[in-house]
């Protein structure tokens, strides 16, 4: 039996708001060649505000804030390596960038530590029946960090510490969904041989990045081993909007998930896929973002009981992100919106056509 009024348990320390990267171009290193830098758009603004927006909501009555521990050892080594995780250590020593924009302060790893483990207790909190919906309200973000290599903001994979979580207590199928607007390849390279994880992604089309990220999104990569065909990839046109994320959903999404029938459903939840966002190439509103997050609710009362475990991973405009985040919280609560969307454009200026959605369907090797 559902609750009928399930409420959400948040996992949050207000110290993550103290990582800051230095200021440079964009979330790249300082240029010599400008007078002035700007921060870094992985800043504490996006995380402050968001959990500003939720706490002055009417969602708040049906949130439990709780303050996380910081990941073990033997927490992240459950998905990175043992090597890599040594690098780390060392590498907060004097700080160190590991990429242009993946920046390890010094002493860095508590900050790291912490982010992982709201990840963890968010995932505990779930698998022992202490809340059906736990949200890890964290930073820095996880999703791009593969078990030996730092990447995109992310250090270690909170997703994949969750998902390991819910193996190791009995669990048997985790679907992974992620809508952050970056392919989540982290996640793909640690899962990508498993049968017992589905991992969708659905993101801006923007292949791979480099040697930190040789992943690169596409529709071919759908597992290897054991995990063919447990891969799936929607690297989604640039500008899409809110009509095409649903479609994409109602076509691939939903019948991937129906077809494997998890028993845990774990979403990575970036807002980096709103239309005000500096690092992203598409158009979801608040509304789409509500969508998003009503489906995947519909697809938790239908398989896992209503359980859902949830990573925060990018949205970087620092006061539209938050209000997207607060879509997707109702969403997942079934609570209506009640805040208005303050500044989104009509909805007729949103959709990429639909022979786009076509023609990503019809080439990819895993729908017919």
């Not at 002055?56 to 890599?84: C, G, M, V």
């Not at 949205?315 to 919106?337: H, I, K, R, S």
Request: glycine share 8%.
């Amino acid at each position: 039996m559902i609750d009928i009024m399930p409420r959400m348990n948040i996992f949050y320390n207000d110290e993550m708001l103290n990582y800051h990267a230095p200021p440079g171009i964009f979330d790249n290193k300082p240029s010599s060649y400008l007078e002035r830098q700007i921060d870094q758009p992985e800043g504490s603004d996006r995380i402050c505000n968001t959990v500003s927006v939720l706490q002055n909501s009417t969602l708040n009555d049906r949130l439990n804030w709780l303050n996380p521990k910081q990941a073990t050892d033997k927490d992240i080594l459950t998905f990175h390596t043992a090597e890599y995780l040594d690098r780390l250590e060392k590498a907060q020593d004097t700080a160190h960038y590991f990429t242009t924009s993946t920046y390890m302060v010094e002493g860095g790893m508590s900050f790291i530590r912490m982010s992982a483990g709201c990840a963890i207790d968010a995932a505990k909190s779930v698998v022992k029946g202490e809340s059906k919906i736990a949200y890890a309200i964290s930073r820095p973000p996880s999703h791009h960090a593969q078990p030996d290599v730092a990447d995109g903001y992310c250090f270690v994979n909170g997703v994949g510490l969750a998902v390991h979580i819910a193996l190791n207590n009995g669990f048997k199928r985790i679907a992974v969904v992620d809508w952050d607007v970056h392919h989540g390849n982290g996640t793909q390279a640690g899962f990508y041989d498993r049968s017992d994880v589905l991992t969708i992604s659905l993101h801006m089309d923007h292949g791979s990045w480099g040697d930190t990220h040789l992943q690169t999104g596409n529709v071919d990569e759908t597992g290897e081993g054991k995990g063919e065909g447990f891969n799936i990839n929607l690297p989604v046109p640039f500008g899409a909007g809110d009509i095409t994320y649903n479609h994409l959903f109602e076509k691939c999404v939903e019948p991937a998930i129906s077809k494997f029938e998890p028993d845990m459903i774990v979403i990575a939840n970036g807002q980096d896929a709103n239309q005000f966002d500096p690092n992203g190439r598409q158009c979801l509103t608040m509304s789409g973002y509500y969508q998003l997050a009503t489906r995947m609710r519909c697809l938790a009362e239908r398989f896992t009981n209503g359980r859902i475990i949830m990573t925060q991973e990018g949205g970087y405009n620092p006061t539209y992100a938050p209000y997207c985040a607060y879509a997707v919280v109702a969403g997942l609560l079934n609570e209506p919106m009640e805040m208005e969307d303050p500044i989104a454009l009509y909805p007729e200026d949103l959709s990429r056509s639909e022979r786009d959605v076509k023609e990503l369907i019809e080439r990819h090797p895993l729908f017919d």
